[in-house]
């Protein structure tokens, strides 16, 4: 099987050169500390000549694009969690 047939994917990879503009700081901290769209992170990629590129739902551009904007430590993580809608809430 490749890996794109596999339903639980959907990569992404978005390439910045130069400086890390603070509103993809702050992209990158609400990420982490919360919930973001997908066309939020899109449109700070067109707002700073970003290049984003993603297959199937492309939601991995989101922890990309939080990846280039988290610039305090030398690595980051994500952690995803999915529940069937029946369960939301449930522990």
Do not use: N
Request: contains cysteine.
């Amino acid at each position: 099987m490749k890996e794109l047939d596999y339903r639980g994917t959907a990569p992404g990879v978005v390439f910045l050169v130069g400086d890390v503009p603070g509103e993809v700081k702050g992209f990158a901290r609400e990420a982490i500390q919360g919930i973001v769209r997908l066309r939020d992170a899109l449109k700070l990629t067109r707002k700073f000549g970003a290049e984003a590129v993603g297959y199937k739902m492309r939601c991995g551009i989101i922890g990309a694009l939080a990846a280039i904007g988290e610039t305090e430590g030398d690595y980051t993580f994500e952690l995803i969690a999915y529940r069937r809608r029946g369960r939301i809430g449930e522990l």
